[in-house]
């Protein structure tokens, strides 16, 4: 049996993956959790607070999943290869991750970020970002290769899927095999 935190957090979490931060409301999460609006207050001061319980979650849970499926006993070059291609896959369709770059929600993710200390209090981005660093000094690229590769890998994290998967039918194959040959050329 769950708990009415519980109702609630799997309501929201719902509702904000279905229809985004900024057109989701406390109204809307309480009907959907079966309480009033006035008990979600006694869980969570905002809606912003929610989310970002919410996204701290998801952040950690995408991160452990990244985590398990990276052979890091492996050369550099294929833990790099399947950092990229894994964080890829398991971030790009995920809608909760990627209301990080709202800038309605920047600030307060910043903050709780900012306020957590110790290992594994970090965001997903951030940890990437340090274990592609780590892997790319390993691999012995030089600087000027190493800032190439983490600045086209930013691109491509960042890089928005078409609205209408008939722009392009071949999107996720094209992006994957656009991320196999930079890997496999910029560390040859």
């Known amino acids: 049996m769950t708990t009415q935190k519980e109702d609630l957090d799997q309501a929201a979490y719902k509702i904000f993956s279905e229809k985004g931060y900024k057109h989701t409301n406390i109204a809307e999460i309480a ?15 905002s809606k912003e607070a929610l989310f970002v319980v919410l996204y701290v979650q998801e952040n950690d849970r995408v991160k452990q999943q ?25 971030g790009a369709d995920n809608p909760i991750l990627a209301e990080g770059h709202n800038p309605d929600l920047a600030e307060a993710l910043a903050a709780h970020y900012e306020a957590q200390t110790g290992d594994g209090q970090e965001t997903l981005v951030q940890f990437l970002n340090k274990a592609l660093a780590t892997q790319l000094h390993q691999a012995q690229l030089g600087k000027k290769k190493r800032k190439a590769f983490l600045g086209v890998y930013d691109l491509l994290a960042n890089m928005p899927a078409p609205t209408d998967p008939q722009d392009l039918p071949a999107y996720d194959e ?15």
């Open 31 to 45: 009907k959907s959790a079966n309480m009033a609006v006035g008990s979600f207050y006694k869980f969570y001061k």
């Open 174 to 188: 094209t992006r994957k095999n656009l991320i196999k040959y930079f890997v496999k050329g910029i560390l040859a």
């Open 66 to 90: 990244l985590k398990e499926q990276v052979d890091w006993e492996a050369k550099p070059a294929k833990v790099i290869d399947q950092l990229v291609t894994t964080a890829l896959t398991i």
